[in-house]
């Protein structure tokens, strides 16, 4: 069974390049990569923070948190 | 030919999550991963530093720097 993976970010240049260079290198054998823009998709901001997403660009990667660089803080989203 | 990933740390707890998560997630068909720790290895400083990492956890993806949470400045370590 695949791990989870959701990558979330709000389309800003520093989300692209993270996009770009770590979702795109996660072994897809045994990663199910879900990308969630969270400027566009605005009901999803409960469910990231939640998880601990306190900027974008994040990975929540197994339930770990990864804030990858630093693109705009989740309380600018909504 | 595969690409070249280069993780810095320095031991750090922060440092051995994002290893644990990120290291372990990345395709080893297609990355060749090195894990250097700074701490230990002084010497590899300056090529981070020109590689454009100013903190670490840190992963150098193809050029790119990925800064992944934050356990220590680069500044720090000497």
Same mark, same amino acid.
């Given at each position: 069974m695949k791990t989870k993976a959701i990558f979330y970010h709000a389309g800003c240049p520093v989300c692209v390049t993270a996009e770009r260079s770590i979702v795109a290198a996660l072994d897809a054998q045994r990663y199910d990569v879900e990308v969630v823009h969270l400027g566009e998709r605005t009901a999803r901001l409960g469910e990231a923070k939640r998880a601990? &997403? &306190?900027? &974008?660009?994040?990975l929540v990667l197994g339930g770990e948190v990864l804030h990858i660089n630093h693109g705009a803080d989740l309380s600018a989203l909504g």
């Open positions: 601990g &997403v &306190v900027s &974008v660009p994040a």
